[in-house]
């Protein structure tokens, strides 16, 4: 058993402590919102927060991560009441298949709980590490900005 | 508002038949009439309106469409034109999209038809349903229908009368043949459609909710994983089960000659063991094309046929020719394939984020031996696929697992590497132009050659499945056939839509594929637009012209104009400013020379020492007929431009004598976020009334025609061969490789 915070709760996993994050996730706690996309750490789509840090869930298996909360898309809210970067990228419809966004928006969210008021080109910068097939970066890029905004309680 | 001239209701035999005659009204309803009583969009395939709308008791209203949500936002589109015509709220419509066993079977969801033809047959079926309300309530109150209104889901009339079209629907109703014309809401009048409508499907995908079939979770259902030859045409030789068999979690190993597969109660146990199986498998390999595949396909036999013959004389003024050449290039995918299938009391069901459900399921029932009535597919949404990828494959690949697994649903995923290695690639090409100019700098005559491989070997039969090829008795595809003109496949786009007087095109079709190859984005336009329009800056240059000016005095069609001023105004193309290592360029085309209308403007900076190519400002102009959401068609250009750029800077299929060598994204590099514009501004031209164009693979040939013309305006280096390589623009630039 490995003992995991997942979103601000405690849960016990009964998995191969070699397996990766993203698997125990997908699988065992039924979170959809982390993708599995190369498991090489080369596009991004299975990024979450561990720590305060963006990881590639893909790659980093549990055993290493007892200790170190873990936040996924789930985290930050729910259709019904969306966090600020949910809100953002409903807004901008900064999505087109999306499979890659939710990636996207937790390396944002963990560039934009260090620092708050990263310059645009910061961002552009921080995301390089995440792959979008369907080209939707300029909605992206806005989506990011608009959570900005509406972290520091812009309206 | 009604347009109804005349209704008769002759009640049959619980059935209801209708006739009336209408007025058209609109263009879109007036192409209905030009079309010569034919009806409309794909309800000329499905008459029945009941096939596309279907109300309940409760009044819930059901719009069924055989097209797919592949991330383009058709589900929003045609909601909104249901809720539209219907006059109803656009929450009010539920949509199904493909499922063979409850929609109509509208082929794939490709060539950027889907609002011709599922938005066609949905904006005409829904207006006819609405009407048919109109009259049944008209009988039931003895008034005319002229007198009544159709709003909110309900019928009112005077004296504060109403009934809901729940009510209004008893018995079959709505099982008529729809008329050839349709009382279709005026545009002035539109409440829904033409505006900007945030899509359904955004809410779930950003709040981890499930949307896609990679997070159906059936009861019981378990994981597979394939093992591929490591490259195509290489079989089995050995392999050895026993130590993959023992891993913990490890149900089942499936082999039919080459086709393996592994299956375990958890998706890594899948991984894991799917590793030892390759690891324990022995190949006999198969031939691999030589490294210039250009070369190659120039000594392969062609079919030629000439598509554009206009003869005469040929120019006396300056003249000039030109090669081009585009390489293999991937849908690539972010999201590996994935398919989930239960073989259950002889019925099997496949669900798939392929583009046709419906030749899925032929190639599916074919694979497994079932008649077709005992499978069923059905769409799920997956990662973006823009053409035909690995999603039909990797259905193949769960349907025949399932079926040794009677009662387990059984999701399959494709690895990454197997995704780069086996989807079926966008095909590489050549094209040589050669005109001539009279002595006012027009074109006075032109020649094109275009040399392709099909552009679609999309499954149907079990021969198009990856499976279907690798499996002990293996099914022969079909002979790969060119896509016929005005579409065109290879030659798509081949046609120059420019006033040339002497022309002679010819397109010529190479049956024998060096690497497996299929339906991507645009198809040939990609590569014949990036040419055309490339030459077009080319002859631009050699009669001393604007380029865009030049294209202007080579043009009939009043909106191919209207475009390109558009793209030009937006982009500040007269007051460009070039500083020193900047440029700007300029492309248009018309999809399939009959379909949307797209211009890209857009400026560059290349730089001397390293010859990487930054792009700032992108404009475009986009005229896809009536639009029917607006931001819907931005979003899709915005993404047209970027993937475009991106195919066009930088992608390129590798391989050696062994394999493909582009097995993930570090070699088969993609455009990332400090590469793309600094912006896109997409500027859509409205045309309420006209018909729907289509919108998603406009983008693809202009922006990479914009972006080879931009950069030559900045250092001169025309480049003609895909991609743009920093060591392609040195080279063009006479600087020497960097050692």
């Known amino acids: 058993m490995t003992s995991l915070e997942v979103n601000g709760r405690t849960v016990q996993v009964d998995a191969d402590p070699a397996t990766p994050l993203l698997y125990v996730l997908r699988n065992d706690l039924g979170l959809n919102a982390a993708k599995f996309g190369c498991g090489l750490g080369q596009c991004g789509a299975c990024t979450v927060m561990a720590g305060g840090e963006a990881i590639y869930s893909c790659l980093v298996p549990i055993s290493a991560l007892e200790g170190r909360p873990i936040v996924t898309v789930e985290g930050l809210g729910t259709q019904e009441h969306p966090g600020p970067m949910q809100e953002a990228f409903m807004e901008a419809q900064a999505a087109q298949c999306g499979y890659c966004i939710p990636g996207m928006m937790m390396r944002a969210q963990a560039l934009l709980e260090k620092k708050p008021g990263a310059s645009g080109e910061e961002v552009r910068e921080a995301l390089e590490p995440n792959l979008c097939r369907c080209g939707t970066h300029m909605r992206i890029l806005r989506a990011v900005a608009r959570a900005q905004e509406l972290m520091k309680g812009g309206r | 508002m009604s347009a109804v001239t005349r209704r008769e209701f002759i009640a049959g035999s619980g059935m209801l038949m209708l006739a009336f005659s209408l007025a058209p009204r609109g263009a879109q309803a007036g192409e209905a ?184 979770r059936l009861p019981g259902m378990v994981h597979a994983r394939v093992v591929r030859p490591p490259q195509p045409g290489a079989t089995l030789r050995a392999l050895d089960t026993g130590a993959a068999s023992r891993m913990p979690g490890v149900l089942k190993v499936v082999r039919d000659g080459s086709f393996i597969a592994v299956v375990a109660g958890k998706e890594f146990q899948a991984v894991q063991a799917m590793r030892a199986l390759q690891d324990h498998a022995q190949w006999e390999a198969g031939p691999m094309p030589p490294a210039d595949i250009h070369a190659y396909l120039a000594t392969l036999a062609s079919q030629d046929s000439v598509i554009l013959d206009r003869a005469g004389k040929a120019g006396e003024g300056a003249s000039h020719e030109a090669t081009y050449r585009r390489p293999y290039h991937m849908h690539g995918a972010i999201g590996p394939s994935c398919a989930v299938a239960l073989f259950k009391d002889g019925e099997l069901t496949v669900w798939s984020h392929g583009q046709g459900m419906f030749p899925l399921r032929a190639a599916v029932a074919e694979l497994v031996g079932l008649p077709k009535e005992k499978v069923r597919c059905i769409h799920r949404e997956g990662s973006g696929c823009y053409g035909h990828n690995g999603a039909d494959d990797a259905g193949g690949d769960a349907a025949l ?259 493909i060598t582009s097995r993930d994204w570090a070699r088969y590099p993609m455009i990332r976020f400090p590469h793309v514009p600094r912006s896109i501004d997409v500027h859509v031209i409205d045309r309420p009334g006209q018909p729907f164009l289509g919108t998603g693979e406009a983008t693809q040939g202009p922006a990479a025609a914009a972006l080879a013309n931009a950069v030559f305006d900045a250092c001169g280096a025309r480049i003609r061969d895909i991609p743009f390589t920093r060591e392609r623009v040195k080279a063009a630039m006479g600087l020497p490789r960097s050692s």
């Open chain 2, 401 to 659: 697992i399932a079926m040794s697994l009677p009662g387990r649903p059984v999701r399959v995923q494709w690895m990454r590497e197997q995704e780069h290695s086996w989807e079926p690639y966008g095909p590489a090409m050549i094209s040589k132009s050669r005109a001539t100019l009279d002595s006012q700098g027009q074109i006075a005559s032109w020649t094109y050659d275009v040399w392709s491989n099909t552009h679609s070997t999309r499954p149907g039969e079990a021969g198009g499945l990856a499976a279907g090829m690798l499996v002990a008795k293996p099914f022969k595809p079909s002979p790969p056939r060119p896509i016929p003109q005005p579409e065109g496949g290879g030659d798509r786009n081949a046609i120059p839509i420019y006033r040339v007087p002497v022309a002679k095109v010819t397109s010529h079709f190479i049956p024998q594929m060096p690497l497996r190859v299929s339906a991507l984005r645009a198809l040939g336009a990609y590569t014949n637009v990036f040419s055309l329009e490339s030459f077009m800056d080319e002859l631009a240059i050699l009669a001393k012209a604007d380029p865009v000016e030049f294209r202007l005095r080579h043009l009939d069609d009043p909106r191919a104009i209207d475009v390109v001023r558009a793209a030009a105004f937006g982009f500040g193309w007269d007051g460009f400013r070039r500083a020193p290592g900047t440029g700007r360029g300029f492309a248009f085309a018309r999809y399939k020379n009959l379909a949307a209308y797209c211009a890209v403007a857009l400026e560059v900076e290349v730089v001397r020492e390293s010859g990487e190519i930054r792009v700032g400002r992108v404009h475009c102009a986009m005229d896809s007929g009536e639009a029917v959401n607006p931001d819907g068609i931005r979003n899709q250009a915005e993404g047209g431009v970027v993937q475009s750029l991106s195919w066009t800077l930088r992608e390129a299929v590798t391989w050696d004598d062994k394999r």
């Open chain 2, 33 to 216: 009439s030009h079309a010569g009583g034919k009806l409309p969009g794909s309800l000329s395939k499905f008459p029945y309106l009941d096939s596309w709308i279907r109300i309940g008791a409760d009044g819930s209203i059901t719009v069924f469409t055989g097209k797919c949500e592949l991330g383009q936002g058709v589900r929003t589109a045609l909601q909104q034109i249901a809720a539209e015509q219907l006059m109803v709220p656009f929450e009010r419509v539920a949509m199904v999209t493909s499922d063979t066993a409850l929609t109509p079977n509208e082929g794939y969801t490709s060539g950027s038809n889907s609002l011709k033809d599922s938005g066609t047959a949905i904006l005409n079926a829904a207006a006819q349903v609405r009407e048919l309300l109109l009259a049944q309530a008209a009988r039931r109150w003895s008034l005319p229908a002229t007198e009544l209104e159709a709003r909110d889901g309900a019928v009112h009339g005077a004296g504060g009368r109403h009934a809901g079209y729940g009510e209004l629907v008893a018995g079959q109703v709505l099982h008529v043949e729809a008329q050839a014309l349709s009382s279709v809401v005026p545009p002035r009048e539109h409440r829904v459609m033409g505006k900007s409508q945030p899509r359904v499907d955004i809410p779930a995908k950003v709040t981890g909710g499930e949307a896609y079939v990679h997070d159906l």
